[in-house]
T-cell receptor, first 113, second 115 residues
Framework: DAGVIQSPRHEVTEMGQEVTLRCKPI?????LFWYRQTMMRGLELLIY????????DSGMPEDRFSAKMPNASFSTLKIQPSEPRDSAVYFC???????????FGSGTRLTVV | AQKITQTQPGMFVQEKEAVTLDCTYD???????LFWYKQPSSGEMIFLIY??????QNATEGRYSLNFQKARKSANLVISASQLGDSAMYFC????????????FGTGTSLTVIP
């Protein structure tokens, strides 16, 4: 199994531009989570899906952020328009059973200049 | 509300020695899971160990063990025979079924293994 695959690994963009982060969860995992990690705030849950349905998006900072999971093998996190304070590492994680914890992707390091 | 507290921002340990990383938690849910993750400088998050709230015995995975003290609401990670490759950030996390199994993470402890 290739694990949770995130793309791109690094993204540098100008303020105001649209940014799309992508995630392919592990096959068979029915839960998918998007986290943001910064030095100031640590790991924050943005949104999670269960069986492709968004369950809790209360962590999404504002309307500029949106997430979709059109099928069991793909999810996107979009920021439009991006701002410098969105600079962070964004992790996607998937899970089949909480006993085994999450499997995290390698993360996308986003820099908005 | 669920809460995870890690009070040690940084720890140092001599190679081959054991080290304990502290974690306390707070939840009113009777069923919960406790996890430890390792984040090396390369950035990936690596699952280390899991302890269920109803588990009678402390979890162990190789050199990792979880010292689970339910009454004290603590779930400390013990790393035995430290290796240089253990230098990393370590995060304690909790999940509960009543919150959709989302994870609540602590702020992390930076461990440095000294040769």
């Amino acid at each position: 199994d290739a694990g949770v695959i995130q793309s791109p690994r690094h993204e540098v963009t100008e303020m105001g531009q649209e940014v799309t982060l992508r995630c392919k969860p592990i096959s068979g995992h029915n839960s998918l989570f998007w986290y943001r990690q910064t030095m100031m705030r640590g790991l924050e849950l943005l949104i999670y899906f269960n069986n492709n349905v968004p369950i809790d998006d209360s962590g999404m900072p504002e309307d500029r952020f949106s997430a979709k999971m059109p099928n069991a093998s793909f999810s996107t996190l979009k920021i439009q328009p991006s701002e410098p304070r969105d600079s962070a590492v964004y992790f996607c994680a998937s899970s089949q059973n909480r006993v085994y914890g999450y499997t995290f992707g390698s993360g996308t390091r986003l820099t908005v200049v | 509300a669920q809460k995870i507290t890690q009070t040690q921002p940084g720890m140092f340990v001599q190679e081959k020695e054991a080290v304990t990383l502290d974690c306390t938690y707070d939840t009113s849910d009777p069923s919960y899971g406790l996890f430890w993750y390792k984040q090396p400088s390369s950035g990936e998050m690596i699952f280390l160990i899991y302890q269920g709230s109803y588990d009678q015995q402390n979890a162990t995975e190789g050199r990792y063990s979880l010292n689970f003290q339910k009454a004290r609401k603590s779930a400390n990670l013990v790393i035995s025979a430290s290796q240089l490759g253990d230098s990393a950030m370590y995060f304690c996390a909790m999940s509960t079924p009543n919150t959709g199994n989302q994870f609540y993470f602590g702020t992390g402890t930076s461990l440095t293994v000294i040769p």
